[in-house]
């Protein structure tokens, strides 16, 4: 589902439209998360949301991606670790997967009952989690694993919210795999990155290897994150002279914006 194909008849927020615009436009930038879980409100209320991300479908290891909400990165890494030690927690993955049969983004309803394994309620206890709406999105060569926690605190989800939520999951689905496409990493990683294109153009790897070291400098402030004026100020030089080095990087890149930098970067690192 687009946002063009999308439809305001079953909420009564009439800004619900402009957060998905706004949220579409935040895809590469700060604030992304949050706007994430502004919008999703307009549906029902999440707690937390978090994208895992695994690349081999019958021994499927989750890697957090994404995420955001009350719990935070640390105990949803933490969840996430000791889930991945848990032979009832792969099994589980595996059912799911099965049951969706290849189909991307059916959303699925999952609360802990007394069939699920100690180990799995004992994560959700801990994390004040009741319950989650998830998806599933395969590629070929990765696989999303989406997930939308409701808090213990707010109860079940009504009947109202999951048909809600289920109609707008889709969009925010895209999005967030399209984050992880084009910034590959969330923001509370983007420090690893610092230095990257020097990296790649110090071991001549290709179309790096063509980039002057002040074109390297200004590719790896895009990277971090960086303004035209704060590419600038780091970096000391004026903006128009930023404009011109990032121009002369991206023929030689072969390339025509930051979306498509952090395209070639991924390719690379994977």
Known sequence: ?????????????????SDLSLLTDRVDKKGFREQVLKTLSHAGTISNF???TFTELGEPQPKLSIA???LGDYQLKRNAKD??????HTDFLKNLIDQQGGKNGEVVRYRPDDDTTSDIREVFDRSNIIEKLCTFHFGNDIAYYINYFRSTKDGEFTATEIERLSLI???????LILRHKVVGVDDHQLIVRQGLIKNLHSRKISPFDKLSKREVDICDCIVKGLSTEGIGIELGISESSVKTMRRRAYDKLNIHSKSNLFAIVLNIQI
Request: glycine share 6%.
């Open 1 to 17: 589902m687009t946002l063009k194909e999308f439809h305001l008849d079953h909420f009564s927020e009439e800004n619900l439209l």
């Open 50 to 52: 978090a994208v895992f």
């Open 68 to 70: 955001a909400g009350g």
């Open 83 to 88: 889930l991945e030690n848990f032979p009832s």
């Open 169 to 175: 999951i889709p969009i925010i689905d895209n999005l």
